[in-house]
């Protein structure tokens, strides 16, 4: 099927069609943020499922109940997409939200609310591969073509929820303060436990050591890829076909250097560059 036939747009961003719908964007919109609520922000493909497996744990203390019974789409949803209507009453307390907007296209109660977002961000370069992965799995995206063409699309904001640029611009000038804390998949791949602490600290959890080795061992990439509750497999595979790319496909730091070519590596950060270059804010890590 065409890009035209897959996606729906809304406020110039190109989202599925099989996700989300007019109605679900409606939903979003409307949705009344409570002070206690908090949400995962990504750009796609930047550790959004990983959130869904640390969220429920580091609320509730670590009581793997949810990352055993409930799959990741409904235990910590999307804002944007169609489920949230059919599981927000089941949600529990503090709730756990994930979403891919840009900031901009945040509802109303989000920014009247006290609730608080993290922030998680990872290179675009292994962004793009892994997103290049999935839209050959992925039944509703697109064939994304050759490497190099879906580079082209990535950077021209031809691929859902548009330029990745687009949306760490918009995050990382916000008025959000102490509410929003920045994270990178880069770190949390290098010391998981780490990065739980910090995600313990800002959401006011006083988690001791021996719950955060249980939560960092459960959400490990390892652990996730086996959790049916997490790894899609219970996603029939005309929408998901792990024997193309599994959703967990690799994990790891720096995959985009089995990808690129020089040239296309120099124009990819040139674009990149160029789109930031004015920006106030510096990345968590040296582009090249
Ligand atoms: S999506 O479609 O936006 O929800 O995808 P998202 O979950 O943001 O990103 C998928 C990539 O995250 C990797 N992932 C992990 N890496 C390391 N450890 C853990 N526990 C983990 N969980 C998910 C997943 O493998 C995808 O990256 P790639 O590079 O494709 O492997």
Redesign the pocket.
Known sequence: MSPGELYLQNNGLLLPKETHSFESLKFAQEFTFKDNDVLAV?F???????MQ?ILPLVLNGGDLTPIETIPNWDRVPWLEEKRLALVVDQLPSPRALVT?FPYHVMPPSFHNSKAKAIYVMRNPK?VV??SY??SQMAGFLPDPGTFEEFVNDFLEGKVMFGKWTDHVKSWANTELGDRIMFLT?ED??KDLPAALRRISDFLGRNLSEEVIEKIAEH???KS?KANKMSNFSLVPKVFMDSDRSP??????VG?WKNHFSPELLARFLSVIGKELETESFSLPWSLD
Request: glycine share 6%; charged share 20%.
């Open positions: 990504t796609p493909k930047s550790g959004t499922i990983w497996e891919h292994d591969v892994s992965y999935f998949y949390m791949v959400c490990s990439f996730m959703f967990l496909r690799k994990g790891v995959d």
